[in-house]
């Protein structure tokens, strides 16, 4: 393959890493948007997610910083409050909080525009990067009797750009099925769990009394009572709480059902901050039916010169925050894989995507099914891992070791049978036999 010209198609955090990553293989990378980009820090048409809450992981911040070298300091620079993930934060789960103490796990929080913009910035100054925005792609060029992507056609007087390497970014919506069924190619296998959440955000202003100095809480919802939320920490001294609620629990849009919706949460926190803070803008919600993973890497054939990333490879459900350290840890991914050459790209890189996909999906999946109505497979494994977290997070509430056992899961730096090492579920059973 030649490493002449890469095409992104899509502009959102996963199409940006993958750009980046690709800038340092390729005489030049031309990414395709079918926005026009605002201004650091504005909210993009195409992304309307970025208006609800988004947290930097600390395995995505650590991808983040080798990418973009002093992009931290940037993004604390711009207001976006830094902080350590256990120690600076209310974990709310099985009835209590998580022990708290340092845990090395430092994480940003931050909006979404501010984040992809500092990052598209960046991204945009790199002198082999082209940028063509108000573009659609309609589908793939194709040669070799359909077995090597050329190149892609742009919607509206089909003009052809060609390529040596394609990858598809745009997401949760992504077209890559059909495009590749319309070149003679299979579809991937999907897997799909039903979850049916919708979420509601406002945003308040923060005062520094506000949780004693904390800049985080989260509350997961439980199977009986179905409602969770969170509330971060954001520049320009804000608050972005957004509450959660399964198969038809949703938080109102008007401020006084959004109170009290927050009522009905496991923990106070996040009610008794926003009963008392001064509400900034309008409510946004949004509805997320289903997560879904498409197996490219079970594909028994793959057209060369052709990838699929991100959020189009795999969108789990969005209140883990997990979709964009995801994605910058793929960004890893296929940088060794370009690294390790150009033979059989596309197999080695969808099983290295795979791996890590693995930690987020699992972690997603198995937490959902935990609520009874949510459809997806079950089995005797994940009840006994779900009952066996359970028995985790009581002990991390006096137990600040199982504590961030759990969290270097949570933040993808740490695989989840980590958590079950012999060491820690003798921790974990005593702990739950002195309470």
Same mark, same amino acid.
């Given at each position: 393959?030649?490493?002449?010209?890469?095409?992104?198609?899509?502009?959102?955090?996963?199409?940006?890493?993958?750009?980046?990553?690709?800038?340092?293989?390729?005489?030049?990378?031309?990414?395709?948007?079918?926005?026009?980009?605002?201004?650091?820090?504005?909210?993009?048409?195409?992304?309307?997610?970025?208006?609800?809450?988004?947290?930097?992981?600390?395995?995505?911040?650590?991808?983040?910083?080798?990418?973009?070298?002093?992009?931290?300091?940037?993004?604390?620079?711009?207001?976006?409050?830094?902080?350590?993930?256990?120690?600076?934060?209310?974990?709310?789960?099985?009835?209590?909080?998580?022990?708290?103490?340092?845990?090395?796990?430092?994480?940003?929080?931050?909006?979404?525009?501010?984040?992809?913009?500092?990052?598209?910035?960046?991204?945009?100054?790199?002198?082999?990067?082209?940028?063509?925005?108000?573009?659609?792609?309609?589908?793939?060029?194709?040669?070799?009797?359909?077995?090597?992507?050329?190149?892609?056609?742009?919607?509206?007087?089909?003009?052809?750009?060609?390529?040596?390497?394609?990858?598809?970014?745009?997401?949760?919506?992504?077209?890559?099925?059909?495009?590749?069924?319309?070149?003679?190619?299979?579809?991937?296998?999907?897997?799909?769990?039903?979850?049916?959440?919708?979420?509601?955000?406002?945003?308040?202003?923060?005062?520094?009394?506000?949780?004693?100095?904390?800049?985080?809480?989260?509350?997961?919802?439980?199977?009986?009572?179905?409602?969770?939320?969170?509330?971060?920490?954001?520049?320009?001294?804000?608050?972005?709480?957004?509450?959660?609620?399964?198969?038809?629990?949703?938080?109102?849009?008007?401020?006084?059902?959004?109170?009290?919706?927050?009522?009905?949460?496991?923990?106070?926190?996040?009610?008794?901050?926003?009963?008392?803070?001064?509400?900034?803008?309008?409510?946004?919600?949004?509805?997320?039916?289903?997560?879904?993973?498409?197996?490219?890497? @079970?594909?028994?054939?793959?057209?060369?010169?052709?990838?699929?990333?991100?959020?189009?490879?795999?969108?789990?459900?969005?209140?883990?925050?997990?979709?964009?350290?995801?994605?910058?840890?793929?960004?890893?991914?296929?940088?060794?894989?370009?690294?390790?050459?150009?033979?059989?790209?596309?197999?080695?890189?969808? @099983?290295?995507?795979?791996?890590?996909?693995?930690?987020?999906?699992?972690?997603?999946?198995?937490?959902?099914?935990?609520?009874?109505?949510?459809?997806?497979?079950?089995?005797?494994?994940?009840?006994?891992?779900?009952?066996?977290?359970?028995?985790?997070?009581?002990?991390?509430?006096?137990?600040?070791?199982?504590?961030?056992?759990?969290?270097?899961?949570?933040?993808?730096?740490?695989?989840?049978?980590?958590?079950?090492?012999?060491?820690?579920?003798?921790?974990?059973?005593?702990?739950?036999?002195?309470?």
């Amino acid at each position: 393959m030649s490493r002449k010209l890469a095409i992104v198609i899509g502009g959102s955090m996963g199409g940006l890493v993958a750009a980046r990553v690709l800038s340092d293989h390729f005489e030049q990378v031309t990414l395709l948007d079918r926005d026009k980009f605002p201004e650091v820090g504005q909210q993009r048409r195409g992304v309307p997610q970025g208006v609800h809450t988004h947290g930097l992981l600390a395995s995505g911040r650590r991808v983040l910083e080798n990418l973009f070298p002093g992009i931290c300091t940037e993004l604390i620079g711009r207001g976006a409050p830094s902080g350590d993930l256990l120690a600076d934060s209310r974990w709310f789960c099985e009835g209590g909080c998580l022990s708290r103490r340092s845990s090395g796990l430092n994480g940003l929080l931050l909006s979404r525009p501010l984040l992809e913009g500092t990052v598209r910035r960046r991204l945009f100054a790199i002198s082999n990067i082209k940028v063509i925005e108000n573009s659609v792609v309609e589908g793939l060029a194709a040669a070799d009797n359909n077995r090597r992507v050329t190149g892609v056609r742009l919607q509206g007087g089909g003009e052809t750009i060609p390529a040596d390497l394609v990858v598809d970014a745009t997401g949760r919506g992504s077209h890559s099925p059909a495009w590749l069924e319309s070149i003679g190619s299979a579809k991937p296998e999907e897997e799909k769990v039903e979850v049916a959440i919708a979420y509601t955000t406002r945003l308040f202003r923060r005062r520094a009394g506000h949780l004693n100095g904390d800049s985080a809480v989260v509350i997961p919802p439980t199977p009986k009572g179905k409602h969770g939320g969170v509330m971060l920490a954001q520049e320009d001294n804000r608050w972005t709480a957004t509450l959660v609620g399964y198969f038809g629990n949703v938080a109102p849009n008007d401020l006084e059902g959004f109170i009290e919706f927050a009522k009905t949460l496991p923990a106070p926190y996040i009610h008794e901050v926003i009963s008392d803070a001064e509400p900034i803008g309008d409510a946004s919600s949004a509805r997320f039916p289903y997560s879904i993973r498409r197996r490219y890497d @079970k594909m028994r054939s793959f057209p060369e010169g052709y990838l699929v990333f991100g959020d189009a490879v795999c969108s789990f459900n969005p209140i883990y925050g997990q979709g964009m350290s995801a994605a910058a840890q793929q960004a890893e991914a296929l940088q060794q894989c370009l690294k390790d050459g150009d033979e059989n790209l596309a197999p080695r890189f969808f @099983k290295r995507a795979s791996k890590v996909v693995d930690i987020p999906w699992s972690i997603a999946v198995g937490s959902d099914l935990r609520i009874p109505e949510t459809v997806g497979p079950r089995n005797a494994g994940v009840s006994f891992i779900n009952w066996y977290i359970a028995k985790l997070h009581k002990a991390a509430h006096r137990d600040p070791e199982a504590s961030v056992a759990f969290l270097k899961v949570a933040n993808l730096l740490a695989p989840p049978p980590s958590i079950m090492h012999p060491r820690m579920a003798l921790r974990v059973l005593l702990a739950n036999l002195r309470s």
